[in-house]
């Protein structure tokens, strides 16, 4: 989603989260330890996506490394395995976060085009 178009409904935001993990910290390894049957050595984290509303879902989109070579899939897309949890996922992973940046927006007003006055 591009929150540099303006699609969304007046009050809602979208937007785009950056994280920096602190040096040595490897996201595969924490769903390793997280994450029953999450072997870094077959699956490579790609997304994680956090769902909150009535309750938080965390879920975690893994290459699976094993069947990339396959063909029981679509030719050109990414075989992932999905992997859901809960909001226990994320307690302990403020730990390894280095920074942290994020930028909602209503999508009314192109971002690119503000320019901040009150300078």
Do not use: W
Request: charged share 25%.
């Amino acid at each position: 989603m591009n929150p540099d178009v303006a699609t969304n409904i007046k009050d809602d935001l979208t937007g785009v989260i950056a994280i920096t993990l602190n040096h040595g910290s490897r996201l595969d390894e924490y769903c390793a330890a997280k994450i029953p049957d999450y072997n870094p050595d077959r699956f490579e984290a790609l997304a994680v996506r956090v769902y909150y509303g009535k309750e938080t879902i965390v879920t975690l989109y893994a290459v699976d490394k094993s069947r990339q070579e396959g063909n029981n899939f679509t030719g050109g897309k990414i075989p992932v395995k999905k992997f859901k949890t809960d909001v226990s996922f994320l307690k302990g992973f403020s730990d390894h976060i280095g920074e942290l940046n994020f930028t909602l927006t209503t999508g009314n007003y192109p971002l690119a085009d503000m320019e901040v006055i009150n300078k």
